[in-house]
């Protein structure tokens, strides 16, 4: 049966949620501050990550209203063109949301590991019962 198990592996999907708001912050949220943080602009991270600007800057003001932060600075086109830039609170939750996704990773993965060699041990132990 371990044999069988060590190619799966555990996959979850982590988000933070209030009792008003149904996902205040979770992976598509952080990815998107991720693409807007490398391209400095809205638009060219919705285009990125393959969504729409008008998602892109809705999940932002939702996010913003329900965590109580700007999380984005943004200045419209003109000669120069407009850019996008996260705000130092913005800068910081992407950092710490990627902290603490990496961390329930890790916690993730050892429970499994965990979970996995208690039932190859149990298996071990139900085969030595047959053979007796």
Known sequence: MKRGLEKIAPRFKLWLESGKTASVFGDGKWRLLNAINQT????????????????????????????????????????????????EEGKRWLREYGRF??????????????????MQTAREGTAGEKGA
């Open 101 to 118: 996704q990496a961390a329930v990773d890790k916690a993730v993965r050892a429970g499994y590991q965990d979970w996995l060699g208690r």
């Open 40 to 87: 400095g602009s809205l638009s060219a991270a919705a285009e990125k990550l393959g969504i729409s600007y008008r998602k892109a800057w809705g999940d932002i003001r939702n996010a913003e209203g329900a965590l109580k932060v700007k999380l984005l600075d943004r200045h419209r086109g003109g000669k120069e063109g407009g850019r996008t830039r996260l705000t």
